[in-house]
């Protein structure tokens, strides 16, 4: 067990130093120039003024140069600074990290707690109408664009019906709770803001609804087939001749087998509902990673936009070596094949 | 579980239209929007960019069957006209991105050793990063328009194909005919691509038939944003993007997006039919 272990994690590591060198090549070999993008053409026609711009921002020093100074700075907790917020890289994904992690953990959950059951019951009832139900859902879930099921939730149950609060986190004449872990449910509750809490958590359904649509298909499907593949198992038709209850067969025998494609997929669906909240917080206006990556690279500010990518390749592979590890746990044979 | 009523017996017919119904529903729905996008100048009633400003936001009517935008163009002629560049974009870059990534997990998997292993790892490298992020990023740095923006996606894209090749092709390597191949003495370009690779194809077109629908939804998110096409091209996600803001005016962004989901679901129908009928297992397990 160490051994694979130590193996996985000497990959990842190596992984993690091949994507650093990948980020920064493309952010540097690519045509788009930053300064133009940013200074706008009357300063970029004064070579004074982009000379100056261009040793600032280093962006005079040979380029193997400047892959070392990123990865220096990368060791050192430094991701350089953003060109269009003159601030820390890191202090800035400091500060948008929460709104997405809170958003897309609800979500997350959201999909589990409508898709592992919607998946169960699917498998133990085929082809009958929940099946069906079951394999609509996920479908529509899988096919519909994000950003276009996002409009049509505003469209309705903000702009037509008036059920929910419009975009953004607060509403705007709301006060934001001291900032303690920078999650608006948790900061309002230890402020024992109730009424904030109760802002925060609805602005929050209308977004987790259209971020966990597509999470919520793939886990429904893949529950079904595992499900269905677990039901087809000798040992649980040992369980039924012995007479044991149909609850007991499908939830205490077949469903713990059944977890572990779920948990392989529960994963990588985590990882991706961080970068697929790209669209939904620009419909959203949720001030997130996923509208600052957007603003970062629609106005080239290259370090904004290699931090934001390493640090969700991190993410990425950190997550992957979870799965794994989770794998090994849930079955031994993982370690010995 | 339990059989507590006989199931009736059903007909070829109906078993056949209960396992691939779906299928040949989404095909049809494919094939319509193919038939609309190839006959887009003749079928749609105005130009996609003749602008009346007169005509401005007004709502699904005789004139304007789908409505018109803020500038007054035709909805309808403009998701017409916006099949073309959608269907395109994910013929191309699901193909290219297939051919691409099949050559190099093939190739991988039948040189095996050290070719095998740095190719791997290349693999593994664009699988670090999250595509959508990754395609923004170099589609942002390209500068944007259609080219680049499919550019960008076939950097992320081939990486699936690759793995899937490679593990089709190693299962294949070591078979009797493959073995028989190489004593009559064929080169071994010959053998993985005349031999094997026939062989391993049936999964490779599921995916790339499932992974139709999904590169047109990225690249619609990613004219959504901005970083696809240049307006004033009718582009389906770039025109939820311009009616996003219209809440009361709803047909603006609704009847493009819904164009996105019923061909994204078309591809998603014969994907899976297809997938069955190649492993028809699956189906009965």
């Known amino acids: 067990m160490l051994r694979y272990v130590a193996a996985r994690l000497l990959t990842a590591a190596f992984m993690v130093l091949l994507a650093t060198l990948a980020v920064f090549l493309i952010a540097n070999s690519v045509p788009g120039d930053p300064v133009l993008s940013q200074l706008g053409d009357l300063a970029a026609s004064n070579p004074a003024t982009v000379a100056e711009y261009r040793q600032k921002w280093g962006l005079d020093l040979p380029i193997w140069d400047r892959y070392w100074i990123f990865l220096r700075g990368l060791l050192q907790g430094d991701l350089g600074s953003s060109i269009v917020s003159r601030r820390p890289v890191l202090a800035d994904i400091r500060d948008y990290a929460p709104a997405t992690i809170e958003l897309a953990s609800v979500a997350f959950l959201l999909s589990l707690l409508v898709g592992l059951p919607l998946g169960i019951l699917a498998a133990v009832r085929r082809d009958s109408w929940i099946d069906n139900l079951a394999r609509l859902v996920s479908l529509v879930g899988v096919s519909a664009p994000t950003f276009w099921l996002a409009f049509i939730m505003l469209a309705v149950f903000y702009g037509w019906l008036d059920w929910a609060p419009g975009p953004g986190q607060l509403d705007p004449v709301s006060f934001p709770p001291d900032r303690v872990t920078g999650l608006l449910l948790v900061d309002s509750l230890l402020a024992g803001d109730w009424e904030t809490f109760q802002d925060a958590a609805a602005h929050l359904v209308l977004p987790s609804i259209v971020l966990a649509s597509a999470t919520l298909g793939l886990i429904t499907r893949t529950t079904r087939a595992a499900m269905l593949e677990a039901l087809s198992q000798d040992y649980v038709r040992v369980a039924r001749a012995k007479g044991l209850r149909r609850r007991a067969i499908v939830l205490g025998h077949a469903a713990p087998n059944a977890m572990l494609p779920v948990v392989t997929l529960g994963g990588l669906a985590y990882a991706n509902l961080l970068s697929g909240a790209v669209l939904t917080e620009t419909v959203f206006s949720w001030p997130g990673l996923g509208r600052y990556t957007y603003q970062s690279a629609v106005a080239l500010d290259f370090p904004a936009i290699m931090g934001i990518t390493m640090i969700v390749a991190v993410v990425f592979v950190a997550v992957n070596i979870l799965v794994d590890l989770s794998y090994a746990l849930l079955d031994p044979r993982v370690v010995k094949g | ?285």
């Open chain 2, 1 to 285: 579980m339990s059989a507590t009523a006989l199931p009736a017996v059903a007909t070829p017919g109906q078993r056949w239209r209960r396992r691939y119904g779906l299928a040949a529903f989404g095909g049809g729905v494919i094939l319509a929007w193919v038939l609309a996008a190839l006959a887009a100048p003749w079928i749609a009633p105005y130009p996609p960019d003749f602008v009346d400003v007169a005509a401005r936001l007004r709502p699904p009517s005789a004139a304007h069957w789908l409505g018109t935008d803020t500038l007054g163009r035709d909805v309808l002629s403009r998701v017409v006209h916006g099949a073309r560049v959608s269907l395109s974009v994910g013929f191309v870059v699901v193909l290219l991105g297939a051919l691409f990534g099949t050559l190099v997990g093939a190739v991988a998997a039948y040189a095996g050793r050290w070719a095998e292993e740095a190719m791997m790892r290349l693999t593994d490298l664009v699988f670090c990063f999250p595509p959508i992020i990754l395609a923004m990023a170099i589609a942002a740095a390209l500068g944007i328009g259609t080219a680049n923006t499919c550019i960008a996606m076939l950097v992320v894209w081939w990486p699936k194909f690759a793995r899937l090749a490679r593990s089709l092709v190693l299962a294949q390597r070591n078979l009797e005919y493959v073995e028989a191949a190489r004593s009559i003495g064929f080169p071994p370009s010959h053998i993985l691509l005349r031999q094997i690779l026939p062989n391993a194809l049936g999964p490779l077109i599921v995916l790339v038939t499932l992974d139709l629908g999904n590169a047109i939804l990225v690249f619609a998110g990613l004219s959504f944003l901005g970083l696809g096409t240049i307006p004033p091209t009718a582009e389906w996600g770039a025109m939820v993007g311009e009616g996003r803001q219209l809440v009361q005016q709803w047909w603006v962004a609704t009847f493009p997006g819904l164009a996105i989901l019923t061909v994204v679901m078309g591809f998603n129908f014969v994907g899976d039919g297809l997938r069955d009928w190649l492993d028809p297992h699956a189906r009965t397990r």
